[in-house]
């Protein structure tokens, strides 16, 4: 890339150990995405309108098209000297590039970035991640950023809104070796997060987790799940948790002995609040951040299964993989039999606001699960369920009488209380999906379910599927 103001030149070549085996540095895609990144620099940067810049490559032939002349010019008629201009700024220009192909969140070009109205005919070809990858050594070497440095070699800044896409995708891929370090299991990588990257993983190569904090047993159904599933991944040798008592920034590396590693590191301000990512991808960076992981892990200790064990609390996690199931299977599978196989029932409440909306046959399934002996004349049972706007608008029963209609059979007494919305209702409506079941010798069991009832299924043959993976959680409250 030559710069023709001045003689003076800005070559590409970089570090041999800094990798670029992903980056054309030829061919028309990549000359063109970097012209018109540097002329919308160039504009910002001598503040002119970006109508009045234009630019264009040319290859050189002895180099075989590696290096190329990038000229740029301005619209003015009769000149107006921003070549002169740019010259005297070119190497903020260059650093105002890498800013705006980097931090732009779109696909491959966008308006905000390299796209303009003039070069309609060239979308197709624009490639802001080619010009990252190019101009990223260039930029570390003219202004080296002493905080990326600090964490690992090659490093760059991303935007949390970039990362926030980024991660369902790193999540999906990750493979061989992959550490993190967190203070607490939370957002971002909440239990789905970290559910994909096992999964991904396998047991061939368990994910390493450390943790400051471990979810501590509490009145909270989340953290109940979390518990549970994370000891069933001890037990089945997907996943390696250890808990130090040092503190360090959220941190996470994934597949670092593959191709697509990366390694990443969450940025807080002093009010605790995440401002940025860092982010590496070369060989010699992720190794870095890995073997920081690595150190961390000498000092902590293994946590067993059985530290996160409640006697008091069953997780049971329903997948597609279940296959067809009789009434007396599903109970099984649900843990609905250990809890019906007590005393009487004296009062059964279920909540669930979506029962039997959008073709979700709910109550049948419901009354299918509670039919049985331990049901009698004297047993109460109340369904609370929710209209909708538009029920309410027209006064529409009809849900709560198709409801009644499915329960009608069960022995005892039934009550189907709706409640409207979005009118306020003193008690405050229940939200959650849950089934309260009071026995005669006076145990009580709450059942909640994530996804209420619509994740089951009945076939015509009268057995019942999974037609989604949710959970379950059952607590024995006395």
């Known amino acids: ?92 220009i260059l650093q105002r590039a890498y800013q705006l192909v980097e931090s732009c969140s779109c696909g491959s070009s966008c308006y905000d970035c390299l796209r303009t109205y003039t070069n309609q005919i060239f979308h197709h070809e624009l490639d802001r991640h080619l010009v990252s990858t190019f101009l990223r050594p260039i930029v ?55 559910t994909q990257i096992v999964e991904t993983s396998g047991s061939s190569t368990p994910l390493e987790l450390i943790v400051s904090y471990l979810p501590e047993q509490e009145n909270n159904d989340q953290v109940r799940v979390l518990r549970k599933r994370l000891s069933q991944w001890i037990d089945q040798g997907l996943l390696v948790l250890y808990r130090t008592k040092e503190n360090h ?7 670092s002995q593959l191709p697509h590693r990366t390694a990443l590191q969450l940025q807080i301000n002093n009010n605790g609040e995440p401002t940025e990512w860092f982010q590496t991808r070369s060989e010699r960076g992720v190794n870095q951040v890995f073997q920081d992981l690595k150190s961390l892990e000498t000092n902590a200790i293994v946590v067993q299964a059985s530290t996160l064990e409640d006697s008091d609390t069953v997780v049971i996690f329903p997948t597609p993989s279940w296959g067809s199931l ?5 109970r099984k599978e649900l843990g609905l039999a250990q809890v019906l196989r007590g005393s009487q029932i004296k009062k059964i409440v279920y909540s669930d606001r979506y029962l039997n909306q959008q073709n979700q046959p709910g109550a049948e399934i419901l009354a299918d699960l509670l039919q049985g002996m331990w049901l009698n004349d004297d047993s109460q049972l109340t369904i609370h369920i929710q209209q909708s706007k538009e029920e309410y608008d027209r006064r529409d029963t009809q849900r709560r009488i198709d409801i009644g209609r499915f329960l009608s059979n069960l022995p005892g007494k039934v009550k189907v209380e709706m409640r409207p ?58």
């Open 140 to 194: 570390e070497r003219l202004k080296p950023d002493e905080l990326l440095q600090s964490f690992a070699p090659d490093a760059n800044r991303v935007s949390l809104s970039r990362m926030a896409s980024d991660l369902e995708r790193y999540s999906t891929m990750a493979g061989a070796n992959t550490i993190g370090y967190l203070p607490r299991i939370t957002d971002p990588f909440t239990l789905q997060r970290l």
């Open 326 to 330: 009789t009434l007396e299977q599903l």
């Open 1 to 92: 890339m030559i710069h023709l103001d001045g003689g003076r030149e800005i070559h590409s070549d970089t570090d041999s150990d800094v990798e670029q085996t992903n980056t054309p540095s030829s061919g028309a895609a990549f000359w063109r995405s970097l012209t018109y990144a540097l002329l919308a620099a160039a504009a910002q940067i001598i503040d002119v309108p970006r109508s009045e810049l234009d630019g264009l490559f040319r290859p050189l032939e002895e180099s075989n098209a590696e290096t190329a002349e990038i000229i740029i010019y301005d619209n003015v008629p009769g000149g107006a000297g921003y070549s002169k201009r740019i010259a005297n700024h070119f190497s903020e």
């Open 421 to 478: 919305y979005p009118k306020r209702c003193q008690p405050p409506f229940p939200h959650r999906r849950e089934l309260t079941i009071e026995f005669q010798s006076n145990s009580t069991y709450r059942i909640l379910f994530d996804k209420g009832l619509d994740f089951l299924k009945k076939d015509s043959d009268g057995k019942y599927r999974i037609e989604e993976t949710t959970y379950i959680v059952i607590v024995k409250l006395a």
């Open 249 to 255: 920034s959220l941190t996470f590396c994934f597949s």
